[in-house]
C-alpha cells in the first residue's frame, strides 16, 4: 500500500473524444494533479486545471524513471490512451514502482473500441501492436479466414502492414483504418492490401492515431501461403536452413519436452537455423529465447526465419558455447541441439538452470549418445529414442526411408 506521505502515481486513460469522454471520477484525479505528464496531444485533450505539464521525452521508455523523480512527492497524473494496462504506460509504471503505487482509471481500449466497430467478438480477434515493434511482428498471426487487429505506431504502419500482407500472399486481406475511435473526427476508410500497398494507395494519409483491422484472404490466383500453427513442428519449408534443422517431428517432440510456458526464458545452444528458438518463441505470451550460434552465416540466417515466422526479436548470440553463455541471463529451459560432446557443454548448461529449469539434449552420434547416457545415468531424468521413416519413391513403387534415430535426454534441475 502507499505510504500516505506520498501519493500514488494515478494513471487516467482518454480517448480521443478528451475531456469530455472521461467519467466524473477520471476528471477529479486530472483536476486535483499537481503534474500532468503525458503526450504533446494527450495533454492538449486536457483543459487548463492550473497544474504543471510535463510531456514525455522521445523515446520515452527510457526517461520514465527521471521524469518521476523529478517530480516525487507532488501528485503526479500520467496520462494514456485509452485502457493504460493494455500494452500501456501503466504496465510500465506497476513495472517500475510496483502495483501498491500506482491506480489506475482506464478508458475503453481502442481494441474493444474497433470490435464494436467491426461487429467483432473480442475474445475471438488477434491483436498485435507495432508501436515500438517490427511489422514482421504480423507475420505469426497470418492466416486465411482470421481477423487480426493492428495497434499501429504511427500513420505510416498502414501502409507498411500493406506491403507486408501483398509480399506474403495475402494481398486479397480487406484492410480496415479506423482512425481517432471514439472522437468527433472519427474516420473509416477500407480497402484490400494489394490495392494500399501501392504508389497512391488508398491509406497514403493517415492519421496517426490509428488501428487497422484485418480480415486475412489469400490471394486467389496465387499458391495459397502455408499457415504458420502456432502449435510446434511448422514444416520444415518454412524455414531457410544448410541441413543444420532439428526435423519437424523431433521438433514436436523437443518442444512438448521443454514445456513453454508465458514469460519462460529459453536457450538453443548450437541453434542451426533456429527452429527450437522461434517456435518456443510462438509458443506462448512473453516466451523468449536466445539463440546461441557459432557461425555467422547461420546467425544471420536465424534472423531472417525469425523475422518471416513472426518473432523478429528473437535474441541471437553469435559465438560458441559453452563460452558464449557466459553473461547470459539464467534460463527456465535449454535445447542442446548439437554440440553435447564438446568439453563442458552440458554441464555449463545444467549449472546454468534456474531450479526447476528442463534441459533437453539431442543425440545422434554413439559418442554424444555415450554423453547422455552418462548424464541420465548420474542426474536421473528420461531417454526416448525416436525413429522417423518417410516414404518415397522406389523405381515405379513407394518404399520407407529412415532417417537416423535420435536419442532424446530429458531432466528437470532440482
Known amino acids: 500500500m502507499p505510504s500516505a506521505s506520498v501519493p500514488p502515481v494515478v494513471v487516467v486513460g482518454v480517448g480521443a473524444d478528451g475531456w469530455d469522454g472521461l467519467s466524473p471520477a477520471a476528471r477529479a484525479e486530472v483536476a486535483a494533479a499537481e503534474v500532468l505528464i503525458g503526450s504533446v496531444r494527450q495533454l492538449a485533450l486536457i483543459p487548463d486545471t492550473g497544474a504543471e505539464r510535463v510531456a514525455w521525452p522521445s523515446p520515452m521508455l527510457p526517461a520514465v524513471p527521471g521524469v518521476l523523480s ?11 490512451s485509452g485502457d493504460p494496462m493494455f500494452h500501456g504506460v501503466g504496465t510500465t509504471l506497476v513495472r517500475l514502482l510496483g502495483a501498491g503505487r500506482v491506480r489506475v482509471l482506464p478508458h475503453s481500449s481502442s481494441v474493444s473500441l474497433a470490435c464494436a ?4 467478438p473480442v475474445e475471438d480477434t488477434g491483436v498485435v501492436s507495432l508501436v515500438g515493434r517490427p511489422v514482421e511482428s504480423l507475420n505469426r498471426s497470418l492466416w486465411p479466414g482470421g481477423r487480426v487487429l493492428v495497434l499501429s505506431a504511427d500513420g505510416a504502419t498502414p501502409r507498411l502492414v500493406a506491403r507486408l500482407l501483398r509480399d506474403r500472399g495475402y494481398g486479397a486481406t480487406v484492410m480496415t483504418v479506423l482512425e481517432r475511435l471514439g472522437g468527433p473526427a472519427e474516420r473509416t476508410l477500407t480497402g484490400t492490401a494489394t490495392e494500399a500497398a501501392g504508389a497512391g494507395g488508398w491509406c497514403t494519409v493517415v492519421d496517426a492515431l490509428n488501428i487497422v483491422a484485418l480480415e486475412v484472404r489469400a490471394d486467389p490466383d496465387a499458391a495459397p501461403p502455408v499457415p504458420l500453427s502456432p502449435v510446434a513442428g511448422l514444416p520444415d519449408e518454412a524455414y531457410e536452413h544448410d541441413g543444420q534443422l532439428t526435423k519437424r517431428e523431433v521438433r514436436a517432440v523437443t518442444l ?12 538453443d545452444v548450437g ?13 506462448a505470451p512473453g516466451c523468449e529465447a ?40 539464467p534460463p527456465d529451459a535449454v535445447f542442446v541441439g548439437g554440440g553435447a560432446t564438446v568439453p563442458g557443454m552440458v554441464e555449463t548448461c545444467w549449472a546454468a538452470l534456474r531450479p526447476g529449469g528442463r534441459i533437453v539434449v539431442t543425440a545422434v552420434t554413439v559418442e554424444s549418445e555415450a554423453v547422455v547416457a552418462s548424464w541420465h545415468a548420474k542426474t536421473g531424468g528420461e531417454l526416448t529414442r525416436i525413429a522417423v521413416q518417410r516414404a518415397g519413391g522406389l523405381g515405379g513403387f513407394t518404399a520407407w526411408r529412415p532417417a537416423l534415430p535420435v536419442t532424446v535426454w530429458t531432466a528437470v534441475r532440482p
Open 70 to 80: 523529478r517530480h516525487a512527492g507532488r501528485k503526479v497524473c500520467v496520462l494514456a
Open 117 to 120: 466497430r467491426m461487429g467483432w
Open 256 to 267: 512438448a519436452l521443454l514445456a513453454p510456458l508465458p514469460g519462460r526464458v529459453l536457450w
Open 271 to 283: 541453434a542451426g537455423a533456429g527452429s527450437v528458438a522461434i517456435e518456443w518463441s510462438r509458443a
Open 290 to 329: 536466445v539463440a546461441v550460434e557459432a557461425r555467422a552465416d547461420r546467425a544471420e540466417r536465424i534472423a531472417r526465419n525469425a523475422a518471416s515466422l513472426g518473432v523478429p526479436g528473437l535474441r541471437i548470440v553469435t559465438g560458441t558455447a559453452p563460452a558464449a553463455l557466459a553473461g547470459l541471463d
